[in-house]
């Protein structure tokens, strides 16, 4: 079993839909949940952050932890077409020189 | 322009043959991660090197090997490269910061 599961999608949404993008991970070390997004032809850039459980939100972009559970989700509400990307979720756990474990990502497309 | 300079950007070659990736980290940024990239495996944790010396080491193959000059910029080193090596090399730095680190651009190496 990976470490950290992610469905590869594709995804594919009309503009405007709110899109729910999920990871499960094993390691119940990990305390640290990040979500990149990477475009085309591009390195992966952070879009969000957390830590341990809860909600974080920021503008569109909703992150959240059930560590209960080992699950994370990353909500866009209000979709666009520049959302179209690659997410990635990522996470590290402490003590652990900040290296991450990704997900395999997941691509998105928001259609106009 | 997330700060993290990797070049080439684009690498053909031959099996059999050696080849170097280079990156240059954010300025004041003391560790550099590189990371492999491929459709069936994702973001694969290759090696990070803090100030000079090597601090964590992943899924690298001993054909494979790194390292961080005084300048503080990193090169990886690919040999006896194989067709399964084909793939985005990413760099990213980090000067500590809690949650995740800048990628560069990357390198699409493809071998033939």
């Known amino acids: 079993q990976k470490e950290v599961e992610q469905d590869p999608g594709p995804l594919s949404v009309p503009e405007g839909a709110i899109v729910s993008l999920n990871c499960t991970y094993s390691?119940?070390?990990?305390?640290?949940f990040m979500w990149y997004r990477q475009y085309s032809r591009k390195g992966p850039e952070l879009l969000m952050y957390?830590?341990?459980?809860g909600n974080k939100e920021d503008g569109r972009f909703t992150a959240q932890v059930d560590k209960s559970s080992k699950y994370i989700s990353l909500f866009i509400r209000d979709s666009q077409p520049s959302d179209s990307a690659t997410y990635l979720c990522?996470?590290?756990?402490?003590?652990?020189?900040?290296?991450?474990?990704f997900g395999k990502g997941t691509l998105l497309t928001v259609n106009p | 322009d997330s700060g993290v300079t990797q070049t080439p950007k684009h690498l053909i070659t031959a099996t059999g043959q050696r080849v170097t990736l280079r990156c240059s980290p954010r300025?004041?940024?003391?560790?550099v991660y590189w990371y492999q990239q491929s459709l069936d495996q994702g973001l694969q944790f290759l090696i990070q090197?803090?100030?000079?010396?090597?601090?964590a080491k992943g899924n690298i193959l001993e054909r494979f090997s790194a390292q961080q000059f005084p300048d503080l910029h990193s090169e990886l080193n690919l040999s006896s490269l194989e067709l399964g090596d084909s793939a985005l090399y990413f760099c990213?730095?980090?000067?500590?910061?809690?949650?995740?680190?800048?990628f560069g651009s990357g390198t699409r190496l493809t071998v033939v």
């Open positions: 990213a730095s980090s000067a500590g910061q809690i949650y995740g680190y800048t």
């Open positions: 390691n119940s070390a990990f305390q640290y």
């Open positions: 957390t830590y341990s459980s």
């Open positions: 990522a996470m590290r756990s402490e003590g652990s020189n900040y290296k991450l474990t």
């Open positions: 300025s004041g940024d003391l560790s």
């Open positions: 090197y803090y100030n000079g010396e090597e601090r």
